[in-house]
């Protein structure tokens, strides 16, 4: 029953991650996720003659250009009903064959024709200076310069009329003139040398690049025409081997859509594909009825230029804008292998705990798009993780139904008891838990620390790991680089201890003022005294210049991390059992072998637990190649910047 209330919640956090199946149409991978859709006989119908349809009406289209309509001016109507043609066609084909005619046999008519529509106004006018004017423009008529340069523009203007500019034929100018070199290689004539050389020509070779570097923006960007309602539109990528295509398609009836477009491909750094667009062919080649199964496996064996024809999606695109990049630490282990709800698991980014993200895309806000850091090189693809809602959900009714199944059990021990329980429904026991608990993601910022202002280390690790002994020799062999903050207590002093330099002695109330205040990352009792180690002793080591030692228990991480003290945390983990036998006897001890046992599963559940809060982890296999690593890591942070969380910087 829960895990049927499970299964529904997630897959409608999930969207269409269930619903639908998606496959990446250029990474291989099994088909485990792909979900086959049933047949809609309408929509094949409806779409099975656009074919025909385009070509109809762009040939109609290209006619329509070319006609003369014998009405668009007074000029032309005239010239239309003029007898001295010579028509002897009644139909306006022959009218316009017998019009070029004219202009063609005497380009000078029109000139004739003014000068007499002139002296017939010049005749009319009765104002001296409108005569005056009418007879400057008809001496510059009748001049022989102007006849013969009017005369040069009619025989432009008709050569230009015939020259209509259409869209480019293809792409691949450069291509084809690098085939006509090949085929003129062997070729001896005068034309084919002279034609290689031309073809040669850098001027020529840039001209042709230039050609096709427009012609594919013109092509990529052209509305061919409209069909049903629907714009149809006309789409070129290059698919590259070193560059994926980067979109995934589903199903949806009949109709193979765009589902998603991954950051990093060439989809989406052309900018020409979208989510919803609805594919029809592929080079030619239709994909309306075809299974992304066969989709994908279409485009893996092509290469090149990619030519899609596509119904743009009908959803209102929100206005472009620039996502910034979130860094994040992961809290959880994450396989795309294991997990039946990832939309394309071809896509899916496996990464273990404390791996740092760099999600850049939110736009499925239970889908996120990230690269691993250190992987960025080798994903030319971002990959899909879990957002963070979506994952708390998750993990919210993983643990619901743990602790329903272990209330189950328990009940099972007391099946005579008369009242019967109340049943929880999922709703009350959601509730229950906050998903600010449940760590999936934090997020992170690169942090480089000041020369003058070092950040404490803090050491821990259960009994018996080294740490404590790490801690002594740092401070034995550099007292003027390492200090370790000095502790508060109740205690009186001894005769020989300092107030300040062994201890703050303070009182009762005071301690317990400060205690309540926050102020101190770690306390307790001995012996009726109060101990602890303040937030100020550990700022006090800090502005002295050093670098502040500290041995840690687990319930004192969350207060030193919640201060502003950015810790280094480091976890000292003991090695097997036997090397941890050996290590212990060369110090003298002989620990039982359920002593053994107990530090290596205190370690584990400690890393379990307290994991996220550590931000390297050294293995003590020898206590000299420990203290090696120790050094390295505090010296790399005076060179290397680190992540530490956000929060920490605000």
Not at 470 to 484: C, D, N, T, Y
Request: with cysteine.
């Amino acid at each position: 029953m829960i895990m049927s209330h499970m299964n529904g919640y997630v897959q409608e956090a999930s969207g269409q991650a269930k619903s639908h199946g998606e496959r990446a149409v250029d990474c291989p991978g099994d088909d485990s996720c792909l979900v086959k859709s049933p047949h809609c006989s309408a929509h094949m119908e409806r779409m099975q003659h656009y074919q025909e349809e385009l070509k109809k009406r762009r040939e109609e289209d290209t006619r329509g250009k070319h006609d003369i309509d014998p009405n668009a001016s007074l000029r032309l109507r005239k010239l239309s009903q003029n007898p001295k043609v010579g028509i002897d066609n009644p139909t306006f084909e022959g009218k316009e064959k017998a019009i070029k005619d004219t202009f063609h046999q005497d380009p000078v008519a029109e000139l004739v024709e003014l000068l007499q529509a002139l002296k017939w106004a010049h005749h009319c006018l009765g104002d001296a200076q409108s005569q005056q004017d009418v007879e400057l423009i008809m001496q510059l008529l009748a001049k022989e310069d102007f006849k013969n340069a009017y005369s040069i523009y009619i025989a432009v203007s008709q050569q230009m009329t015939r020259v209509i500019p259409t869209s480019p034929l293809t792409a691949q100018a450069e291509d084809l003139c690098q085939e006509v070199q090949k085929i003129l290689l062997s070729s001896q004539h005068k034309e084919g040398l002279e034609l290689t050389a031309l073809l040669t020509n850098p001027h020529l070779q840039a001209l042709m690049k230039a050609h096709d570097s427009v012609a594919g923006q013109e092509m990529a960007e052209e509305d061919l025409t409209q069909y049903i309602g629907e714009s149809v539109k006309l789409v070129r990528l290059e698919k590259a081997r070193d560059t994926p295509l980067g979109a995934t398609v589903r199903n949806d009836m009949d109709s193979v859509l765009v589902s998603r477009v991954v950051k990093g491909g060439a989809a989406e750094k052309s900018g020409l594909l979208s989510e919803g667009d609805e594919i029809l062919e592929i080079n030619g080649i239709s994909i309306r009825g075809k299974h992304v199964n066969e989709v994908h496996d279409l485009l893996q064996q092509m290469q090149g230029t990619l030519t899609f024809l596509l119904i743009p999606s009908s959803q209102i695109k929100p206005a472009p804008h620039r996502q910034t990049v979130m860094h994040v630490r992961a809290y959880f282990d994450y396989d795309p292998t294991d997990d039946p709800f990832v939309p394309c698991r071809e896509l899916g980014l496996s990464f273990q705990k404390g791996d740092i993200l760099h999600v850049i895309s939110q736009d499925d806000t239970n889908w996120w798009q990230a690269y691993r850091d250190g992987d960025e090189d080798n994903q030319p693809l971002a990959g899909l993780v879990p957002g963070k809602s979506f994952q708390q959900q998750r993990e919210t009714l993983k643990k619901t139904i743990t602790d329903s199944s272990q209330e189950h059990q328990g009940r099972l021990w007391y099946a005579k008891k008369s009242k019967r329980p109340k049943k929880k429904s999922m709703s009350t026991l959601c509730r229950n838990i906050d998903y600010d608990d449940i760590l999936t993601y934090e997020e992170m910022s690169l942090y480089h620390q000041p020369a003058n202002r070092k950040r404490p280390i803090g050491l821990i690790g259960p009994p018996n790991s080294g740490h404590d002994e790490l801690r002594r020799r740092l401070l034995s062999i550099e007292p003027e680089k390492f200090a370790v903050a000095v502790p508060h207590t109740t205690r009186n002093s001894r005769i020989h201890e300092r107030n300040g330099r062994e201890y703050h002695f303070v009182s009762r109330p005071a301690f317990e003022t400060d205690l309540a205040g926050g102020k101190f990352i770690e306390s307790g009792e001995y012996e009726r005294n109060l101990y602890g180690t303040g937030t100020d002793s550990v700022r006090h080591v800090i502005n002295s210049g050093r670098i502040c030692l500290l041995c840690l228990h687990t319930k004192s991480l969350q207060v030193l991390r919640s201060s502003n003290l950015k810790p280094f945390v480091i976890f000292i983990a003991p090695p097997s059992q036997e090397r941890l036998r050996t290590l212990l006897a060369s110090d003298g001890k002989t620990p039982k072998p359920e002593d053994l046992k107990e530090v290596i599963e205190k370690a584990r559940e400690m890393e379990q637990n307290f994991g996220h809060f550590f931000d390297a982890t050294i293995v003590n296999m020898d206590p000299d190649q420990a203290f090696h690593e120790l050094r390295r890591l505090i010296d790399k942070l005076d060179t290397e910047p680190q992540w530490v969380p956000t929060s920490w910087l605000c």
